[in-house]
């Protein structure tokens, strides 16, 4: 294996990332074309290069994250791969503020020790499209339909381009998306056109959460859920992600029969602009055995 490139596991503010807790903090994290392996603990997906498809080796060594591959890459697609890196692993994003304001927090302060980096995909397409295949439907159908994509783009994620140019019989045969085909075909069409820029949602100086949140509505097939999800997944952490698994996970933790959407909103507001990463926490703290 050959190392592309070290980033160190640690915030814009100088805090801690676990690499571990970055892996496993969503399901999504593991659809293809990613998996998660143990012993050692390694997190391996391929990505489309130039034209070619490259498996990419990511693991922690003393304090960084450390990016390998079998395969020989040129400079300018090194530098590519590093870029991805640390957008989905949100490297320069600080959270040393949250962690400031969990530290006294009784059921929030062992995050600080890294946790609260929600993995995401190198593009927000990416994400945006397997949002989409988590929606009103069993688990195991969301991982067939995204090893379907990634079966459709030779072991890596299909490009936008190739998704508008897929026909729809394989969204309904092949992947099998039921309503979710059409949505999806329509927004990479958009894409590929350059009529919907979906990376711009990353500049967090040009769009505010409530801006970002109302571009995701409008796209075909993201509700409340979705864009909550996919905000996440930006670094945005104010909303909760309100679903079918979220809601009585939190019902069975905090030891109530009931809880409306907005009670559960209110004992997490506190948390200000980190209510929906505070929330997502306080579900997932089982996920790692600390």
């Not at 596991?9 to 659809?31: K, Q, V, Y």
Request: net charge positive; glycine share 8%.
């Amino acid at each position: 294996m050959r190392t592309l490139c070290e980033l160190p596991l640690r915030g814009a503010g100088g805090e801690p990332i676990s690499f571990a807790r970055t892996i496993h903090s969503h399901g999504c994290a593991r659809l293809a074309p990613a998996t998660v392996e143990t012993d050692p603990l390694r997190y391996r997906r391929r990505f489309r290069l130039a034209g070619r498809v490259v498996e990419i080796v990511m693991r922690e060594n003393d304090g960084l994250l450390v990016v390998e591959s079998a395969s020989s890459l040129r400079p300018r697609e090194r530098s590519a791969i590093e870029s991805s890196v640390a957008r989905m692993f949100r490297v320069r994003d600080d959270l040393s503020p949250f962690y400031a304001q969990i530290a006294g927090d009784a059921a929030l302060a062992w995050a600080a020790r890294g946790a609260g980096r929600i993995l995401a995909s190198p593009s927000v397409f990416e994400d945006v499209v397997k949002t989409i295949c988590t929606t009103n439907c069993a688990w195991s159908a969301t991982i067939r339909m995204t090893r379907a994509l990634a079966d459709l783009g030779d072991g890596a994620f299909p490009s936008a381009e190739l998704l508008a140019a897929t026909k729809a019989p394989w969204y309904r045969d092949a992947a099998r998306m039921g309503y979710r085909g059409p949505y999806v075909r329509t927004i990479a069409r958009a894409v590929a056109r350059g009529e919907l820029d979906l990376e711009a949602l990353l500049d967090g100086e040009r769009y505010g959460d409530d801006e970002v949140e109302r571009q995701l509505l409008a796209l075909p097939g993201i509700g409340p859920y979705g864009a909550a999800h996919v905000m996440q997944l930006l670094g945005r952490h104010r909303r909760l992600v309100l679903d079918s698994w979220t809601r009585p996970k939190y019902r069975r933790l905090a030891g109530k029969k009931q809880a409306a959407d907005r009670t559960i909103q209110r004992a997490f507001v506190r948390y200000g602009k980190y209510a929906g990463l505070a929330f997502w926490l306080y579900l997932t703290r089982d996920w790692v055995d600390d």
